[in-house]
T-cell receptor, first 111, second 115 residues
Framework: LAKTTQPISMDSYEGQEVNITCSHN???????ITWYQQFPSQGPRFIIQGYKTKVTNEVASLFIPADRKSSTLSLPRVSLSDTAVYYC????????????WGAGTKLIIKP | EPEVTQTPSHQVTQMGQEVILRCVPI?????FYWYRQILGQKVEFLVSFYNNEISEKSEIFDDQFSVERPDGSNFTLKIRSTKLEDSAMYFCASRADRVAKNIQYFGAGTRLSVL
């Protein structure tokens, strides 16, 4: 089973770029890397997904090195509303359907 | 934007009672899930459902739990005899197709409080 390791928490300030790195040493060849965001008392929300190199959308960028053993979620110019828990997940090759969730990174943005 | 809808938002029940949590997945989605999250803890997978049958379930999903898709729109989770430790947020999620297997859309959740 692929597992991920992320920092438990991070602080930053409004207007800064925030990078959250996730380690996934046992990622399988066919696994994708997916990031979700969760606000208190809400369901997780999909942010971005990638397989290799770099992916960018209107919310974030995802950087994946060639060995794919880690990934970095980059949030440009964060605001107070980006305060949330961010989860990094990789596909479980033993299960077509199950997402395995870690503890996530609690990001706190300060004014 | 289409969304997953869950009702009720908060359910209070007595220990030993049956509860049914309801979900309306996004209309063209084919894969459905239930997760739970105990306050302050990780999101835990319960069960996945595809083509009118359970495709996978976790150890948490014991005989006290069942899922059903009674019609073309609803997806329900039933807990037959609730225990105190069933108190948690329960999230329903749905997914469009086999290719984007890690992109799931979650509802806002039902907070279950067992007294």
């Amino acid at each position: 089973l692929a597992k991920t390791t992320q920092p438990i928490s991070m602080d930053s300030y409004e207007g800064q770029e925030v990078n959250i790195t996730c380690s996934h040493n046992n990622i399988a060849t066919n696994d994708y890397i997916t990031w979700y965001q969760q606000f208190p008392s809400q369901g997780p929300r999909f942010i971005i997904q990638g397989y290799k190199t770099k992916v960018t959308n209107e919310v974030a960028s995802l950087f994946i090195p060639a060995d794919r053993k880690s990934s970095t979620l980059s949030l440009p110019r964060v605001s107070l509303s980006d305060t949330a828990v961010y989860y990094c997940l990789v596909g479980d090759k033993d299960s077509n359907y199950q997402l395995i969730w870690g503890a996530g990174t609690k990001l706190i943005i300060k004014p | 934007e289409p969304e997953v809808t869950q009702t009720p938002s908060h359910q209070v029940t007595q220990m030993g009672q049956e509860v049914i949590l309801r979900c309306v997945p996004i209309s063209n989605h084919l894969y459905f899930y239930w997760y739970r999250q105990i306050l302050g803890q990780k999101v835990e997978f319960l069960v996945s459902f595809y083509n009118n049958e359970i495709s996978e379930k976790s150890e948490i999903f014991d005989d006290q739990f069942s899922v059903e898709r009674p019609d073309g729109s609803n997806f329900t989770l039933k807990i037959r005899s609730t225990k105190l430790e069933d108190s948690a947020m329960y999230f329903c999620a749905s997914r469009a197709d086999r290719v984007a297997k890690n992109i799931q859309y979650f509802g806002a959740g039902t907070r279950l409080s067992v007294l």
